[in-house]
């Protein structure tokens, strides 16, 4: 790719505008966007679904700085609501339908939305949230039927920056795996540093076509695979929620070559595939998939041989936040495969430096620290919460990821844990992952999740929950001394607790604040398995 420099002075000033200035002009008659309804856009004709819809917010009483809130799954409405609001400088808070009510209107009083509409056309849930609220229903031109809520004549818009690249341009809400989401400030220059470097790291290139699976309302679909396919004038085939059976149908018949998801997703697909192959329905198709990635949680090499195996391509691995917009580093496809889990070198532009925790000090090379990052992706801060902002970026920028890590030899990057995820078990630390990578090695789990539970003399023992495949019985005790072999005594789980579904995030990332719940308590299941 060119030096970060010429990228970095080339990046457009929104993030619409590879769609309204750039592709729709060069390239007008080239697939933009497909979707489940059979809708195949061009460039052209996404610009001119922008335009519409760019016209109807601002009758809407929309204005420059105003957030609007778009309760969604992913469609046509959402990509052109979106991209709309960023040719009006307002800002797109954009939320999953699949939230409960009070998240959704915990997320609309917090952020003072001048409107909130709703993709009623792909989402039911997106619909009844709508009758909740009241919305009136009206069909917007190209984008079909949109729920429209009423205008708060509360709302204030907030300043317009000068420079539209250091413009909000999207409000994202963390996932809450902690248990309180926050409201991340990404700017156009954020998303679009994100957006053009990371795809061009992965080769996007016009005659992609990209699987628009990943939630649009998390910042990994939004600036990664969306996005990143709007900045190669590449077409994205949008689906609104995942099925195995539906993504693999897609991959046979409409020849994706791209393919995002997170590692829940891949494991789902192996699944289906497994059960597929036993009832004689397991062939392989003639895929035109060139690239595979996956992110948004951790990646364990079991996971990894398994898919590599099935689909004849290599899982490239990355690492990211919300709060880098989201991409920090990733695997890279012009550099041989690697076979482990690393999440490859930085991006070029990023900087990182590993600290102590308690000291601040920089650790030794090669030893795990609490990691730092500073880059044009770094949001801009939290919304309405400058003392949360202020505990996460320094003065001097370096955002605090609150994720532990390493770096080998050749420069990859290594998450071994979250900070606050570490369990300290009689002195020694217990990273989650390395047991986590134990558990999922083992016949019969589809994936698992290790917690911390205080027990006497303040000290942790470690508890693990593991979601078995469907009709695949568990043996907790055979389990147990499966990991024996592989795991130091002080690694071992005090209890295995067996669950039918992890709980998930729209993302399919592990709500492990509510395992931990679940551990407190005490579970009664499972059987503790003591070393």
Known sequence: MRPIEETLAGLPARISHPVTRRWAVETPDAPALLDDAGRSWSYAEFARAVETARDRLAALGVRPGDRVMIVNENGVALVSLIMAASELDAWAAIVNARLSASEIDAIRDHCGARRVLYTVEVSPQAAAHA???????????????????????????????????????????????????????????????VATVSGSLRALNRTDRVCGLLPISHVFGFASMFLGTMVAGGCLRLMPRFEPAAVLRAFAEEGLTVFQG?????????????????????????????????????????????????????????????ESGPTVSQTRIDAPPRRDCSNGP??????????????????????????????????????????????????????????????????????????????????????????????????????????????????????????????????????????????????????????????????GKILKHKLAEIAARGTGSGGPQRD
């Open 262 to 322: 997170v590692p829940a997703m891949y494991a789902k697909l192996l699944e289906h595939m497994r059960a597929a192959a036993s009832t004689g329905g397991g062939e392989r198709r003639n895929w035109s998939l060139r690239y595979l990635s996956s992110g948004g949680a951790p990646l364990d090499q079991a996971l990894k041989d398994e898919v590599e195996a099935a689909f004849g391509l290599t899982l490239n691995n990355g690492y990211g936040l919300s």
């Open 346 to 507: 930085l991006l070029p532009g990023i900087e990182a430096r590993l600290v102590d925790p308690r000291t601040r000090a920089t650790v030794p090379s090669g030893a795990v620290g609490e990691l730092w990052v500073r880059g044009p992706g770094t949001m801009k801060g939290y919304y309405r919460a400058p003392e949360e902002t202020a505990a996460v970026i320094d003065g001097e920028g370096w955002l605090n990821t609150r994720d532990l890590a390493r770096f080998d030899a050749d420069g990859g990057l290594w998450i071994v844990g979250r900070t606050r995820e570490l369990i300290i078990r009689s002195g020694f630390n217990v990273y989650p992952p390395e047991v986590e990578a134990a558990l999922n090695a083992y016949p019969g789990v589809t994936q698992s999740a290790v917690v911390g539970r205080t027990v006497a003399d303040g000290n942790e023992e470690v508890v693990a929950f593991v979601q078995p495949a469907p009709g695949v019985p568990i043996d907790t005790a055979a389990l147990a001394a499966f990991l024996a072999e592989r795991l130091a005594p002080y690694k071992r789980p005090g209890e295995i607790v067996l669950l039918d579904a992890l709980p998930a995030s729209s993302t």
């Open 131 to 193: 009758k909740r609220h009241g919305a009136a229903v009206e069909e917007m031109g190209m984008l079909g039927p949109v729920g429209v809520g009423s205008l708060n004549e509360r709302a204030e818009p907030e300043p317009v920056a000068a420079d539209p690249a250091r413009q909000v341009a999207a409000l994202i809400y963390t996932s809450g795996t902690t248990g309180s989401p926050k409201g991340v400030m990404l700017t156009h220059r954020n998303l679009m540093f």
